[in-house]
């Protein structure tokens, strides 16, 4: 597989009046083309700020982000999906998914038939022309996804995008992202607090240590690339998995 984000040796200092913080020390990974990687770690350990540094929104204190050996996060192969949908309500969802494209004035026929089919194509065509507040939370947040796919980036950024939902809508969701993900073959790199959803949806895993964060542990898991979060969640090796990270990230929270 080829190399599509490569950290090396990233450490992060936040300077106060107070003094200084270190968040992140010597953070060095890669994620190849087609991968689905989770963070997990411990609350308050920089999962987040991760995120925030590959997408160029902070510089890192040392070391380097690369996108395809090219130094620098930020651009245009980059997606980036927050908590919350953060749609507009006062834009239709069609106006709302082709944002993107005006932001960055990519806005061509082309581009925007792209991301009107990307609507028909996962269930959405017939609210194309409602508001946000018309559409339920699950409904938002794919309507979201597809915003970020828009822009045809290579890398998506998921900053606990399910945390916001209730219990069953979350399940549903996040079957909806996983198989629009593998479908539209992206790389994604997702933050979550929660294990389980880690291992539902994960190719691979990286235990983050509490603050500065380190990567402590991986894990490779061994469901199979298309075995949904659903059926994952069934298999007999998800408690085995679960258990593992649960008592590792536990073993961190403790040090």
């Known amino acids: 597989m ?21 968040a992140i020390k010597d ?39 690369k996108i395809r050996e090219r130094e620098g996060g930020g651009s245009g192969e980059l997606g980036y999906m927050l908590q919350r949908d953060e ?23 082309v581009n925007v038939e792209y991301a009107l089919s990307l609507l028909e194509k996962y269930g959405l065509k017939e609210f194309t ?12 947040q794919r309507v ?4 970020t796919l828009a822009a045809k980036p290579e890398l998506l950024l998921l900053d606990e995008p399910f945390s916001a939902l209730d219990y069953q809508t979350r399940l549903s969701v996040c079957e909806d992202v996983f198989r629009i993900i593998r479908k539209e073959n992206k790389t994604a790199l997702l933050v979550t607090h929660d294990v389980s959803e880690a291992v539902s949806v994960a190719d691979r ?9 380190k990567i402590r542990k991986e894990y490779l898991l061994d469901f199979g690339r298309d075995t949904t979060p659903l059926k994952r969640r069934n298999d007999p ?7 593992l990270m649960w008592r590792d990230l536990n073993y961190e929270n403790k040090r």
């Open 27 to 65: 953070m060095s990974f890669e994620v190849n083309e087609g991968e689905f990687t989770a963070v997990i770690g411990p609350s308050g350990c920089g999962k987040s700020t991760l995120l925030s540094v590959i997408a160029g929104l902070i510089r890192p204190s040392e070391g380097s982000v």
């Open 205 to 213: 895993v990286l235990l983050l240590s509490p603050r500065p964060a």
């Open 144 to 147: 979201a996804l597809i915003r």
């Open 237 to 243: 090796r998800f408690r085995d998995w679960f258990e």
């Open 2 to 22: 080829n190399t599509l984000l490569t950290l090396d040796k990233v450490g992060l200092v936040y300077h106060s009046p107070s003094g200084e913080t270190q």
């Open 129 to 140: 022309d409602h508001y946000p507040d018309q559409l339920s939370g699950g409904m938002r």
């Open 87 to 109: 749609l507009f309500p006062w834009r239709t969802i069609r106006k709302n998914v082709v944002l993107p494209l005006e932001i960055k004035r990519r806005k061509t026929r």
